[in-house]
């Protein structure tokens, strides 16, 4: 929607409120002007209902306030003495209408005070916490589960982690309709979750730090199709881009940053990235064993920990879809195998970003990471490359006719961006659809930072053997940090137990008294 159009939509609003509660407001001893007074008429509203006035600024927050209306209204008509059942149901589910029949039909009697005097609504006090929980949700912390092993051994599939948002900026709610805490599905029912219009701009809150090299990130897929991962079948699923598909990968190169890479190793400005203490690249290996001495690879996967499959390609050679170099090493100084040989990919692969050089997973570059305000020339080398940015992230019109370059029907040799892109790497290097495939991730699809693991599940254990299931020692431990991962679970426990005591011996003290 355009700035008009929002305006035109605020004022239409502004008259339906003031339509239906006019009167309300006289009966309450307001003056009838204040209830089409924009925002103003809010703040009256929150006084005759007897709730604070910073919840006005609720009604103003994307997805929040489509929860804090049927609030509104039910506390509304608990003002003047309709607060039965009937009174509740009547008022959600007419979407607010129900109001203007007590507005214009009935004589009622305005409270004051009146939850002193009247019991909370089991309803709204249940819309107020569903309000907060969003609020967290969409501003402090989002849950998020590790579906693939792209970021095996710093992220584990079946980790379910915390997402801050305010690390990198809270960015609000693009789109403005659409369920409460789920993402693009309402779950059990399988149905979309929200409505592409209207649209709101977007906008991002400060941040406590910028993405720095080598954090993981959780972002909106940009080339989202939601079908499967790796679908070359053209299939698009267009979606609004708070509502495309969440993934946490690694960031290997920020905005002005030039990319390369060259057998399987990144390199920043031609200089190797250095790699963060934590994180752990695999690579898919090839083993020739002699045939003649037994090895136990059972054993070696669980030593390991080798989570990727592995299987036997020939007679004398097995194949490792993910190994670290120090699993390879482990793997060389055993008896029995007579080498180790990481593949590297040196035939040209079409699904390689941008789709028209000849380069693989392990080989490509150098490639310019767009930053916020820089001009980059425009050709037939380098359009590829930008193509999508100038027509899907920054919604421009591009023809190209021959040589001739247009953007809003404009000639042009050059264009100047609008907002930063990173590049974004699973540390698995041979089993994740990265930025290798689908290219430059924009800021505005940027969700959050990752900072803590407050569950972990194996996978590969059945709930038959929960004990076993859970990962006990990487349970609350922080994503980040140098070092090697510290379980706070223990601290948790006692800080519970500490709770708990101190709740008891206060209700027992109490009751003495």
């Given at each position: ?7 035109i ?17 006289e ?8 209830a ?10 929150m006084?005759?209902?007897d709730?604070p006035?910073?919840w006005?600024a ?17 506390e509304?008509?608990r003002?003047f003495?309709?607060n039965?059942t ?13 109001i203007y ?9 305005h409270?004051?005070?009146k ?12 819309l ?20 693939t ?12 982690l915390?997402?801050?948002?305010f ?5 609000t ?15 059990v ?6 409505s ?13 730090q ?6 993981i ?11 499967q991962?790796?679908d070359r079948?053209?299939r ?19 905005p002005?940053d ?10 920043i400005n031609?200089?190797?990235l250095?790699?963060?203490d934590?994180?752990?690249l695999q ?5 020739s ?10 054993y ?24 670290t170099?120090?699993?390879a090493?482990v ?10 040989t ?5 035939k ?5 970003f941008?789709?028209t ?7 490509m ?5 767009p ?9 037939s080398e ?7 940015i ?17 953007i ?21 290097r ?6 290798r ?11 959050g ?8 599940l194996?996978q ?10 859970i990962?006990?020692?990487?349970l609350f ?19 519970l ?16 008294a």
């Amino acid at each position: 929607m355009t700035l008009l159009q929002w305006f035109i939509f605020f004022l239409v609003i502004q008259v339906v409120h003031y339509l239906g509660t006019w009167k309300l407001y006289e009966k309450a001893g307001r003056k009838s002007w204040e209830a089409a007074i924009p925002v103003y008429n809010a703040i009256v509203l929150m006084k005759i209902i007897d709730r604070p006035t910073w919840w006005t600024a609720l009604l103003f927050v994307p997805i929040v306030n489509l929860i804090m209306f049927p609030v509104v209204w039910v506390e509304t008509l608990r003002a003047f003495g309709k607060n039965s059942t009937t009174d509740t149901i009547l008022g959600v589910v007419t979407l607010g209408f129900y109001i203007y029949y007590i507005n214009y039909t009935q004589n009622v009697t305005h409270i004051p005070n009146k939850n002193k005097i009247i019991k909370e609504n089991t309803l709204s006090s249940l819309l107020f916490a569903i309000v907060v929980a969003t609020l967290v949700h969409t501003y402090v912390m989002q849950p998020y589960t590790i579906p693939t092993s792209s970021l095996e051994k710093s992220l584990l599939v079946g980790d379910f982690l915390f997402v801050s948002k305010f690390h990198y900026g809270a960015r609000t709610p693009m789109t403005a309709v659409a369920a409460p805490m789920v993402h693009d599905t309402i779950p059990v029912a399988g149905v979309k979750s929200y409505s592409k219009f209207p649209q709101l701009p977007y906008f991002r809150f400060p941040g406590i730090q910028k993405i720095e090299r080598n954090d993981i990130v959780v972002f909106n897929w940009p080339a989202d199709t939601v079908y499967q991962f790796f679908d070359r079948s053209g299939r698009r699923a267009d979606k609004p881009i708070d509502k495309k598909s969440n993934y946490v990968k690694r960031c290997v190169g920020i905005p002005g940053d030039n990319l390369s890479i060259k057998d399987g190793v990144v390199a920043i400005n031609n200089e190797p990235l250095k790699l963060h203490d934590r994180q752990k690249l695999q690579y898919s290996y090839k083993v020739s064993v002699d045939g003649k001495t037994p090895i136990n690879f059972e054993y070696l996967a669980k030593e390991l920990n080798i989570t990727d499959p592995a299987g036997q390609t020939a007679k004398d050679t097995i194949f490792f879809s993910a190994l670290t170099d120090e699993g390879a090493q482990v793997i060389k100084n055993t008896p029995g195998i007579t080498s180790v040989t990481k593949i590297i990919d040196t035939k040209g692969d079409s699904r390689i970003f941008p789709h028209t050089k000849p380069w693989t997973q392990d080989n490509m570059g150098p490639i310019y990471i767009p930053e916020a305000g820089k001009t980059v020339e425009l050709n037939s080398e380098t359009l590829p490359f930008y193509k999508r940015i100038i027509t899907e992230y920054e919604h421009n019109d591009l023809k190209v006719n021959g040589d001739e370059i247009r953007i809003n029907g404009q000639v042009v040799k050059d264009y100047t961006f609008k907002q930063d892109y990173y590049w974004m790497m699973g540390d698995n290097r041979h089993n994740s659809e990265d930025s290798r495939y689908w290219g430059f991730v924009p800021a505005d699809h940027i969700v959050g930072k990752p900072v803590f693991i407050w569950m972990s599940l194996d996978q590969n254990i059945p709930w038959s053997k929960a004990i076993d299931k859970i990962r006990w020692e990487r349970l609350f431990t922080t994503v980040g940090g140098d070092g090697q991962p510290v379980s706070y679970f223990k601290y948790f426990l006692l800080l519970l137990v500490g709770w708990y005591g101190y709740s008891f011996f206060k209700k027992r003290k109490a009751k003495k008294a």
